[in-house]
């Protein structure tokens, strides 16, 4: 209508923080065969969250684990919860057939948590590189004995003396 209208008011506007998720950076290492057991993997998973200035310290609190991969690599990696860093939990040998690859890949699937339940995951890629193990003999200690001056001793040069002895590569 006619003359016109209008009222003022201060309006408060809050806004409530909430938990975000955790963001975890994807994962590649390599590792040599050969490597004992809690031998660490690369570098720590490194996991971000948006709540680090939060006032409630369980959305700020990260925690690390895993939660599935290959079953051949869950019997060979772990991973710390407190500081993300994978390490072996058996030792890395007999894994890579060199007459197949140099090398042989794993997945452990990893999730960073926080202390309110809310998470992210990626699949950690674990690369074993082979190693050339020196050959071995199929019977460690072979001893051949031939009596001097038995005539049945007697070998010429060149001649074989007992059976032959096998090695492996």
């Known amino acids: 209508g006619s003359p016109s209208l209008s009222v003022y008011a201060t309006l408060t506007i809050v806004i409530e923080d909430v938990n975000e998720a955790p963001v975890l950076e994807e994962f590649a290492a390599s590792v040599y ?3 004992r057991m809690g031998t660490l993997v690369g570098s720590p998973l490194v996991a971000s969250d948006p709540d680090t200035l939060s006032a409630d310290a369980s959305w700020r609190r990260i925690c690390f684990s895993v939660v599935g991969g290959d079953a051949s690599a869950l019997g060979l990696f772990s991973v ?3 500081t993300g860093q994978i390490y072996a939990i058996a030792p890395l040998t007999n894994l890579v057939d060199p007459a197949l690859a140099s090398e042989v890949s794993f997945t452990l699937r ?6 309110q339940g809310l998470m992210d995951v990626t699949d950690a ?3 074993v590189i082979g190693t050339n193990y020196p050959p071995s003999f199929a019977t460690p ?3 051949l004995r031939i009596d001097e ?3 049945r001793s007697r070998r010429t040069e060149g001649e074989a003396v007992g059976s032959a002895v096998v090695a492996t590569d």
């Open 141 to 143: 200690n072979v001893i």
């Open 80 to 82: 710390n919860a407190t």
């Open 125 to 127: 890629r674990i690369t």
């Open 33 to 35: 065969e050969g490597s």
């Open 149 to 151: 001056d038995c005539p």
């Open 110 to 115: 990893v999730a960073a948590t926080d202390g």
